[in-house]
């Protein structure tokens, strides 16, 4: 009878040539000094962030003592807030575990994370000056000047600070994570052909791999095998000592899984299961709780409570100064357009919203008036087209009437444009993820008109690029990305690109 082939325990150390013999097993363990220099590193990154704001502080205070009257004028109070906002940047960053290397090295968009907590650290602040009664004996153009330039300085400054994490964080380095891996032997070659150690600042020091199950011997001999096999791999992990182990056998067999669950249990390392490719689509994947129910959470809605107020707010402020500014000219093109053809000066379309949830939008009418429903898509040199519309179409000013939606919540200034609800039907079936567009509110203008994607689209391709470049929206929004949009939609050549 032939004998049951052993499990095989490798070492890493064969990666790494210049080592000798002699010294492979000892560069495996972990170096004295490590946990020091990973919390040395988080302290930088926190550190960091310190500095840029202080940086900010010393601006404004230079730029208020070179105001005529306002030296020494409430320019100490300002430091007063500065170190609040310090306090209420540095305490949510650090009580979420950003300050460290993991978090440098994952890949999470700084912007967004980032503004974020600048404008609740401000608000906090704000509050506090508020109920201390403290606020009017702030400089208010030292505020100005901190709060502007001081969102750029922390970005620049952790912006730097990770990329210095980053290109020190090598499988070599004393701050790597020393990982241990156990599975089967397709599933750590399939880890090893979808993963980089180098890229992702990990040091891979050994691999246990398991004994596939034999269907056609005994259940209870499986079980055995498995058990010793697992002995091994404690054994080996106990020596070792990595930081963390991951289990690679599929979430399907759930009694190996099990089982290899309970015996890593006993030992003091970092647990995981292994990393799926559904899970890789995701950024942001995490335990929660929903009631009493446990499960993994790999998506949530796009803008959190703080970021929708913050959105709509300045969709607010910034609708209803452009209507009341922007009022005579309104009123100039709805007369032009009553003059130049017959028919009402405004043009309402249903469309989907947020939800998807059906809304009429308001534009000025740009096409003659017609008799039947049936909707066809505007094309370039389009007969329907008139006079006035084709400047209006040409110069955008045909949006401004959707600034109304705005103020009514049925749009935003930025977002993904609304399609006519022909269009949301037909191409919902035909492009992965369309309908993804409609998890936040529709906008005036958006990424993808500002990068002259707009107009008649030809092709599925035309229709995918655009979507693509809403999806990144949505997931990269923040209110200086809205700016940025606003500002390109008036002032860059490609927003008036395809507009006809």
């Known amino acids: 009878m032939p004998r049951a082939r052993q499990p095989a ?15 492979r097993w000892t560069s495996l363990m972990p170096r004295r000094g490590r946990g020091l220099l990973r919390l040395a590193i988080g302290a930088a990154l926190a550190l960091a962030d310190c500095l840029a704001i202080a940086c900010v502080g010393f601006l404004a205070e230079l730029v208020h003592r070179s105001l005529p009257g306002e030296a020494g004028s409430g320019i100490e109070a300002v430091w007063h807030v500065l170190v609040l906002v310090t306090a209420f940047l540095i305490v949510p960053t650090l009580a979420r575990g950003e300050y460290s290397v993991e978090a440098a090295l994952s890949g999470v968009p700084l912007l967004r994370r980032t503004a974020t907590l600048w404008l609740a650290a401000w ?41 210095l994490v980053r290109r020190h964080s090598t499988p070599r380095s004393v701050s790597a994570r020393r990982v241990h891996l156990v599975g089967y032997e397709a599933d750590v070659a399939s880890f090893h052909a979808r993963h980089d150690a180098y890229d992702l600042g990990l040091r891979v ?3 246990t791999v398991l004994r596939s199950p034999d269907t056609t011997v005994d259940p209870e001999e499986v079980r055995a095998r498995l058990a010793e096999d697992l002995d091994l791999a404690v054994s080996v992990v106990r ?9 690679l056998i599929p979430w399907g067999e ?6 290899c669950i309970d015996a890593f249990l006993r030992v003091p390392v970092g647990l995981h299961l292994r990393p799926g490719r559904v899970m890789d689509r995701f950024g942001e994947v995490r335990v929660d709780r929903v009631g009493r129910l446990t499960g993994l959470r790999i998506g949530r809605p796009p803008l959190g409570p703080l970021e929708i107020a913050v959105k709509r707010s300045f969709d607010l402020l910034v609708a209803a100064t452009a209507l009341a500014l922007l009022s005579p000219l309104l009123l100039l093109i709805a007369v032009v357009i009553r003059l130049d053809t017959p028919g009402p000066c405004l043009f309402r379309q249903r469309r989907h919203g947020f939800n998807q949830e059906a809304f009429s939008v308001f534009k000025f009418r740009s096409m003659r008036t017609a008799k039947d429903a049936v909707f066809r898509q505007a094309t370039r040199n389009d007969d329907r087209i008139t006079r006035v519309g084709r400047v209006l179409r040409r110069t955008n000013l045909d949006e401004l009437p959707q600034l109304l939606n705005v103020i009514r919540g049925d749009m935003s200034l930025v977002g993904p444009r609304p399609h006519a609800l022909a269009h949301d039907r037909s191409f919902e079936r035909r492009i992965a993820r369309y309908a993804r567009r409609h998890n936040v509110r529709p906008g ?57």
């Open 444 to 500: 005036i203008t958006g990424w993808a008109q500002v990068n002259g994607l707009r107009g008649e689209t030809l092709t599925d391709a035309d229709m995918r690029r655009r979507v693509e470049h809403d999806l990144h929206y949505i997931d990269n929004w923040s209110l200086w990305f809205d700016i940025q949009i606003l500002v390109m939609t008036v002032l860059a050549r490609s927003a008036f690109r395809n507009a006809y």
């Open 9 to 23: 325990v490798r070492s890493s150390a064969r990666a790494v040539p210049d080592e000798r013999p002699s010294t």
């Open 205 to 207: 020091i050994g691999e």
């Open 254 to 259: 759930v009694a190996p899984l099990e089982s």
């Open 239 to 247: 020596f070792l000592k990595p930081d963390d182990v991951f289990i």
């Open 123 to 163: 608000t906090g602040a704000l509050i506090v000056g508020f109920l201390t009664k403290t606020t009017g004996e702030v400089s208010r153009i030292g505020v100005l000047v901190c709060f502007a330039a001081g969102l750029p300085a922390v970005v620049v400054a952790r912006r730097l600070t990770v990329s």
